[in-house]
């Protein structure tokens, strides 16, 4: 581990179940995973085996049963329902595999969402999106409404929106599933190039063996727990 | 964020106007009914109401509204005038009658014999006519909707003739007297002539109307009535009010408005509440997201009371706009609803009324929106 790569996310041990007696669900069994910062990990693994529920406890939205999830060094069971919210606002930026856009508002005011939840100005955050719109290539698209757009087009605005607040952390579930196999690479391209900056982390959950390519490290998952972490060496640029 | 809700809100057409329109539907009956309802039940004390000079009104102990009336001796009179603190007072014959036209058209009147000498009691607006002229014989005063109601469409003319229970009667004078609660027309004559024409028995005074004397009020002078003669004496403003109770308390009048009225607010409850519901359920999602990406649940709230606060007011404007249109154009007179109106204090009830409807129909999609878990953001 070099210098520049501190610890983003350190899970411990962490269980979540769902229900309760005979229905009951281990969805995590027990999860030890670690993700440096100033890399990109992709989570991997069958359908069921945990992985979005995973990332959901990291990203502050499940509580666990069990176990520690400590971001950037602060322990997430010690926050209150307040504090993970804040959280939540500025420390992560989301990727859906729906997308999750606001159907009536522009791409330019659904990508400046995160900035206006911190309480900026209106100016200000429709500016820094539309910045951050320009580079993701939807500079012509600024003004119009997420059901005029292709699916590629969507996830852009999706990922505009995840990164115009400049999180430490950005987790994606499936973000290529809605997508060709074209512009699946792009957003992954463009996901790399956008987010990888010094002391932050992307976390990726994907089925997707055709971006692997883009990984620094992969952890495959299985029935609730992680089985191995693969580092890659090449990960593309 | 106050821009995304709307904007969430606003781009829905369809249900924002279904929305506004529960809202306005409501706000529509609740005013139109209510306004009638004030309006009717202010009716039925308009002959109170009108004589404005009188500030007592004297009557048999018994009498329980201004409809039912037994008369008193005249002696009483001089016994009234007589008692301490009375300015002056002034004889009230009131009773109902048939009037016919010469070319045979039958309706029902409200005649009001008023003092010979003073004419206390004759409608102030007089639109054609002398109040002297009513000296004359068989000279009485008619109201205009009730002329209208007489002779249709013919232009209002003086020397009419119309028959009073038998009697020959000439208009003399025209007024506009306030709808009365009993009957479609309102006639004035001269109490003697009054009397005369619609003979009630041994007694005719119905009502004595006093005033009470500088430094008096009309309350204390009426006690001072009461004990003096044993009579019923009530200051104008209580004899309205008991008269009001009386339609209240005996009449199926506040009921029937009242149901149109308590439907009204379940309706816009049921159509507002049912439609923000679906609203809600389509934009779960949305909200999710929104939760999802940090909006804490007291932001969120804020969101979902300011849709339904705007969908409040703006279904409140156009209710209110389409009551108030209503009682501008059904109520001009001489029509049947005239002096009907929608009273500031019956739109302000409403306001309240709206609020709570929004916020009784918004009930459950707030908690929805509360409960919601972040994570279903990620399901697919
Ligand atoms: N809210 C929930 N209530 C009940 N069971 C749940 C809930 N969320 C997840 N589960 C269960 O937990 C297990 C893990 O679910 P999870 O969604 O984390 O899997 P996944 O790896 O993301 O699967 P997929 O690749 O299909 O998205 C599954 O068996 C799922 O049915
Ligand atoms: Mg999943």
Redesign the pocket.
Known sequence: MSAAQALAVDCRDVVKG??SGEAR????RGVTLQVNTGEMTLLV??????????I?AIAGMLTPDSGGIRVFGEDLERMSRRKLTAFRAGTVGFVFQQFNLLPALTCVENASIPLRVLGRPAGEANRRAAELLDRLGMAQHRDRFPGDLSGGQQQRVAIARALVHDPRLVVC??PTASLDAANGQAAMALLRELAMKDGRAVIV?T?DERIYRFADRIAH?AD?HIENVSDLETAAA | MAVVALRMLFGDRAKYFGLVLGVAFATLLVTQQGGMFVGLMTRTASVIADIREADIWVMDPQAKYVDTVRAMRDTELPRVRGVEGVAWAVPLFKTSAPVKTLDGRIDNAMVLGVDDASLIGLPRIILLGRPEDLRRPDAIAIDQAGYIRLWPGEPLRLGRELELNDHRAVIVAITQASPAFSANIVIHAPYSRAVTFLPQGRNTLSFVLARAAPGHTPGEVAKAISARTGLQALSSADFRWKTIAFYLANTGIPISFGLVIVLGVFVGIAVVGLTFNTFVAENIRQYGALKAMGLSDLRLTGLVLLQGAVVGLVGYGIGLGLAAMFFNFATQPPGALRGFNLPWWVAAGDAGLTALIVLLAMFASLRRVLVL?P?IV???
């Open positions: 769902f229900g669900v281990m969805a995590l693994g069958p359908s069921g085996c945990g992985k979005t529920t995973l959901s579930d499936e959950v089925h998952m609730g | 878990d994570a990620f399901r697919s």
